[in-house]
């Protein structure tokens, strides 16, 4: 069974920054991608963003520009700083891996609250 932890939620003013930590823990198959997405109240989950292991990554229209993701293979975390915030950027964010052979796994979530 993969566990992941999610860190770095908070409540932050407008304009602020906050940063997202997400680490799974060990397992002997490789890690995929790794990726965050947010839940709203009232809203479906969405995609923030998502990396792959070679580094590519991808984002949500939204947040280009403001937030950046990030991973540490050797530490098998994935990171994402958050720039320039808006109330509308509040929710519940939600780390994803997916390992070869085992699937997908989620974090519990963190929340993210910015204030205007």
């Known amino acids: 069974q993969v566990r992941l932890v999610e860190s770095g939620g908070g409540l932050v003013q407008a304009g602020g920054s906050l940063r997202l930590s997400c680490t799974a823990s060990?397992?002997?198959?490789?890690?995929?991608?790794m990726g965050w997405y947010r839940q709203a109240p009232g809203k479906q989950r969405e995609l923030v963003a998502t990396i792959t292991g070679p580094g590519t990554t991808n984002y949500a229209d939204s947040v280009k520009g403001r937030f950046t993701i990030s991973r540490d293979n050797a530490k098998n975390t994935v990171y994402l700083q958050m720039n320039s915030l808006k109330p509308e950027d509040t929710a519940v964010y939600y780390c994803?891996?997916?390992?070869?052979?085992?699937?997908?796994?989620w974090g519990q979530g963190t929340q993210v609250t910015v204030s205007s």
């Open positions: 060990r397992t002997s198959f490789s890690i995929n991608s």
């Open positions: 994803r891996t997916v390992i070869v052979v085992l699937g997908d796994y």
